[in-house]
C-alpha cells in the first residue's frame, strides 16, 4: 500500500504528540495539580493512531478510558483534550468528564466511555444511524480485552451482524484487565476468533506495527462498508499500570522491559528512517513541535477559568 | 368523542409521530409480526417497513444502548422493553449511558429516544414480570419518567415524550392495555406536556396522590366516600420526572390531608419522594393530619391470584388510610 509522506509524518506526529501528552499528565499527578484520575495508553500508541488515521473525518468513534491515542488520532485538539484533564470549563466537556468521558461530536468522536464495554451498543446504534440515513461512513467501536468477556460485546457482534451495520470492532489487547491476565480471564489465545460466533470476518495482528495497523484499518475499512461488520484485534501492551495507583504487583518488570523493547514509536521511527522516508531532522522537528504542542496545552489549561457551579444544572437536560 | 383501548392511543401515538417524522425508528423484541408482546405495534410493520420497526434478538442491553447511539447522531429511536423488569438487563445502557450523555460531554449532544416498558401486576406472571421499578429510574438525572393512567393520557404523553430532546421512560400500565377512553379523532393533534399533573376528580375535604393503574382504584374510592359526603381530590401526577410540584402543593393546602397511593413497594417508593415535596413546602402549615402513604407491601409479587391482589393497594386498603385521616 502507497502511503505518501505527509501521512507518515501526521502519523508518527500524533504518536509522539500522545506520549508526551500522557507523559506530561504523569507529571501533572505528581505534581499534585490534577484531581481525579486517568488511564495511560503508553506503549499502545499505534492502535488509536493507526486506525483513525485510515478514517474519514465522517466516520465516527467510540473510544475506550485508555483512549487519549484514539482522541488525538481523530483530529481533537490538544489544548481541549489537556482542559479537560485538568477540569477546566475551556474543556472539552466544561470539566464536567474529565478524559475518562471526552468527546468532540465535531470531529466524529462520539465519547470515551468509563463502562468497560459499554461504547459498543453505541457504536452499533451510531453504525445503525449511518445506515438508515444512507451515509458511506462507518462506525469504530473501540474496547480492550478485558471488555471481550462482558455482555455488550456479545450483544453488540451479534446484532451488528444479523442487521449488517457498518462498523468495525477494535480490540486494543494489553493482555491485562486492570491486574487480571488474558490467560486467567478466557480459554482462547486470540479473541479475533470469538467473531466467528457471530457470523463475522475476525483478524488479529501486531498492534505495535503503526504501518500494519493503518493499512488493515484501510481494507477493513472498505471490507465494513461493502460486506458489514468486523472485529479486528491488536495486541499491544500498556507500558504504565491500570490508573494511577496501580502497584503492578501482578506483572514483572522484566515484562515490561521486553514490551519496551518493542516500542511503537521508536519501531516507526526506524522504519521511516531506514526506508529514507524521513530525515533525522525531521524527525526531531516533530518531536519538538510534540513537546511544543502540549507546552502550549498545558499553558492554554492552566490560565482556563474553573467550572462555576451556578452552570451545574446546565447540560442535564436538554430543551 | 370515539372511545378506543390504552393499547390502541400508544399505537396511534407511536404511527402518527413516526408518519411525520423520518428520523423515528422503533426497536424492540416481537414488536414486528408479533406485534408487540401486548399488541401495542400491530399494523405497524405492515405501514412503516422493516427498516423503521427493528424486530430484535433477547438483547436488551444492545438494543438500548442501540437506541442511545442512534439518537446520539441524528434519529430519534423509541425501543420497547417487553416487561419493564427487563430494564434490569438494559440498566447499564439507561443509567450510566442515555442519562449521562449529555451531561458527561458538556452539552455536546441531546439523547432523544423513549423507552416504553409495561409495569405492574395483576396478571399472574409473578415476581419477574410484575413488578413497579419506577423509583430507580426516578433516581437517576438525566432521564424523564412518565406513566399514563388513561388512553386520552397516554397519546398525548407519549407524543410528548417523543418530541422531548432527551431521554425518557415511559411505563405503561399492563391491566390498562385494554382499558377503553375518549380520545380525539386521528386528525387531532394533541400534546400533554411533560411535568403537568392532571386533577382526576375535584375535592375539598382531601388529596390522594397517585398515577398509573392506581389512579382507577382512587376514584372508585373516592366515589364511595362522596356518598358519605366526603369530597376527596385525586390527582393523577403522570409525569414523575419532571414533577408538578406546584400542583401538588396547591392540592394539600386547599384540603389539608393527603395520601399518597402507588402499587410499587412502599419502602424507598416514589411515595417518599411526594410526601417530601409537600412537608418541605408551605403546604406543611395547612396539614392537619400526617401524610399517610399506601405503597405496595415490601415483597415480591407472587403468583397466587388471591394473594397477588392482596400486596398491592385496594379500594379497602386506601379507605383505611383515609378514615384515618378524617
Known sequence: ?319 | MREITYAEAINEALSEEMRKDEKIIFLGEDIGVYGGAFGVSRGMLEEFGEERILDTPISEMAITGAAVGAAMTGLRPVVEIMFSDFMTLAMDQLVNQAAKTRFQFGGQVNVPMVLRAPGGSGTGAAEQHSQSLEAWVCHVPGLKVVIPSTPYDAKGLLKSAMRDNNPVVFLEQKLLYRIKGEVPEPGDDYVIPLGKADIKREGTDLTIITYGRMVQRCLETAENFASEGVDIEVIDIRSLVPLDKEGLIASAKKTGKVVIVHEACQTGGYGGELSSVIVDSEAFFYLDAPIKRVGGLDVPIPYNPGLEAEVVPTVDSISRAVRELL
Not at chain 1, 493482555?175 to 480471564?185: L, T, V
Not at chain 1, 521486553?258 to 516507526?268: D, L
Not at chain 1, 524521513?278 to 526531531?284: I, K
Request: glycine fraction near 10%; charge should be neutral.
Open chain 1, 1 to 319: 500500500m502507497k502511503v505518501n509522506k505527509k501521512k507518515h509524518l501526521d502519523m508518527y506526529l500524533k504518536m509522539v504528540q500522545t506520549r508526551k501528552f500522557e507523559e506530561r499528565a504523569a507529571k501533572l499527578f505528581v505534581q499534585g495539580k490534577v484531581h481525579g484520575t486517568a488511564h495511560f495508553c503508553i506503549g499502545e500508541e499505534a492502535t488509536g493512531i493507526g486506525v483513525c488515521s485510515a478514517l474519514e473525518e465522517e466516520d465516527y468513534i467510540l473510544q475506550t478510558h485508555r483512549g487519549h491515542n484514539q482522541g488525538i488520532g481523530k483530529n481533537m485538539d490538544i489544548k481541549l483534550m489537556m482542559a479537560e484533564f485538568l477540569g477546566k470549563e475551556t474543556g472539552y466537556c466544561k470539566g464536567k468528564g474529565g478524559c475518562m468521558h471526552i468527546a468532540d461530536f465535531s470531529k466524529g468522536s462520539l465519547g470515551a466511555n468509563g463502562i468497560v464495554g459499554g461504547g459498543l451498543p453505541l457504536a452499533v446504534g451510531a453504525a445503525l444511524s449511518q445506515k438508515y440515513q444512507k451515509k458511506k461512513n462507518i462506525t469504530v467501536g473501540f474496547f480492550g480485552d478485558g471488555a471481550a468477556n462482558e455482555g455488550t460485546f456479545h450483544e453488540s457482534l451479534n446484532l451488528a451482524s444479523i442487521w449488517d451495520l457498518p462498523v468495525l470492532f477494535v480490540c486494543t489487547n494489553n493482555y491485562y484487565g486492570m491486574s487480571n491476565h488474558i490467560s486467567k480471564a478466557m480459554n482462547i489465545n486470540d479473541i479475533a476468533v470469538r467473531a466467528d460466533s457471530y457470523g463475522i470476518r475476525g483478524l488479529s495482528i501486531d498492534g505495535n506495527d503503526l504501518l500494519k495497523v493503518y493499512e488493515e484499518t484501510i481494507k477493513a475499512r472498505k471490507y465494513v462498508l461493502e460486506q458489514g461488520p468486523m472485529l479486528l484485534v491488536l495486541n499491544t501492551y500498556r507500558w504504565m499500570g491500570h490508573s494511577k495507583s496501580d502497584p503492578q504487583a501482578y506483572r514483572t518488570k522484566k515484562e515490561v522491559e521486553e514490551w519496551k523493547k518493542k516500542c511503537p514509536i521508536k519501531r516507526y521511527s526506524k522504519y521511516l528512517l531506514e526506508n529514507k522516508i524521513a530525515s533525522q531532522e525531521e524527525l526531531t522537528d516533530l518531536d519538538e513541535k510534540a513537546v511544543r504542542d502540549i507546552d502550549a496545552a498545558v499553558e492554554f489549561a492552566e490560565n482556563s477559568p474553573e467550572p462555576r457551579i451556578e452552570n451545574i444544572f446546565d447540560d442535564v437536560y436538554a430543551d
